[in-house]
């Protein structure tokens, strides 16, 4: 319940925060909504001796549109993801998926930024980030890149990030108008993380799937984008063989824990009925 000491920092800019992170080091971490990272501190489970509090910037809030792409800032919460009009006509999956995650208290706090940086494979706003093929803008010391959500797992809570940077912003081409969409998670209560949970975009064309990306969340170390299984439906009108194919696909990619959640058997089988209810929910959400 009681985390160890640190010293906070509040800076008023992004340029501030990248500066505080590149001087403290190692020791320093982050601080969005802090329901991720306070919560390990109080068990300390992480034990940073600096934080550094991203809340007071206002450059990483707010969702726009810019370029033909919508840009959401690091420090969006869950609850602005969820009343958003602008999310909810171009890319409903974020509102579906932001209502299955914690619990509105959480959501008042969490942020996208967060949910997306902390590399717990239990975070389900990854794999629909990779669903939606978005890249993460970051900053550093060295300078401001662009990373793939598709290339930036590597490990549970191990990223692509590297030491003093952060993540200012998220964002993705809409999906096309008429995509079908849908977030199945299989969780034992409000607030749980997936025992299983499977995202899918899609788009048809003549009744025919013309699009579509799979992803996985909790069945691995990092959240997974099912290639092969996507391979299956694309072209198809999702009959029953192309289905059973699909999810065999998805199942053979999937490595999860044996936990509080049941066995890995279990969470595997798990994953495919959530692909299969996915798939076949988007298609019914898509125009044909
Ligand atoms: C009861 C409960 C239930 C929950 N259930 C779910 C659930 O079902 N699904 C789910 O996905 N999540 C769940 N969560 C987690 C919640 O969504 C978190 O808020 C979220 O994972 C982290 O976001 P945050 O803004 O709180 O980040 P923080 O806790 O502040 O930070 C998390 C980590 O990310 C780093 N970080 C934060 N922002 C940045 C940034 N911009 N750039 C670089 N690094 C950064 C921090 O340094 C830290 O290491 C739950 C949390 C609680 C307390």
Request: glycine share 10%; charged share 20%; aromatic share 4%.
């Amino acid at each position: 319940m009681i985390p160890g000491s640190f010293q906070y920092y509040r800076p008023a800019s992004v340029t501030d925060a990248v500066k505080l992170l590149a001087d403290l080091g190692d020791d320093a971490r982050p601080l969005a909504g802090g329901h991720s990272l306070i919560p390990m501190m109080k068990l300390r489970m992480a034990n940073p001796e600096h934080l550094v509090d991203l809340g007071g910037i206002a450059d990483l809030k707010g969702i726009r549109q810019a370029g033909g792409r919508i840009e959401i800032g690091a420090m969006t919460t869950q609850a602005e993801l969820i009343a958003s009009d602008l999310l909810g006509q171009a890319a409903p999956i974020i509102k579906e998926t932001s209502l299955l995650i914690a619990d509105p208290q959480v959501r008042y706090c969490g942020t996208l930024g967060g949910n997306v940086a902390n590399g717990d494979p239990g975070n389900d706003m990854p794999a629909v980030m990779m669903a939606l093929d978005a890249r993460y803008h970051v900053i550093g010391a060295a300078g401001t890149r662009e990373i793939a959500a598709r290339s930036f797992y590597q490990g549970a809570y191990y990223t692509a990030l590297e030491p003093g940077e952060m993540v200012t912003a998220i964002s993705f081409a809409p999906p096309p108008a008429g995509h079908g969409c849908a977030y199945e998670k299989l969780k034992r209560k409000i607030g749980d993380y997936a025992t299983a949970a499977a995202a899918v975009i899609l788009t048809l064309a003549g009744g025919k799937v013309s699009h579509c990306a799979i992803t996985l969340t909790n069945v691995s170390e990092t959240p997974l984008l099912a290639e092969a299984a996507a391979r299956h439906v694309i072209g198809s009108r999702l009959e029953p063989d192309v289905l059973a194919r699909a999810v065999a696909a998805a199942e053979a990619i999937t490595d999860p824990a044996t936990d509080g959640r049941g066995p890995a058997v279990y969470r595997t089988k798990m994953a495919g009925i959530m692909v299969r209810r996915a798939l076949e929910r988007a298609a019914a959400r898509a125009a044909a």
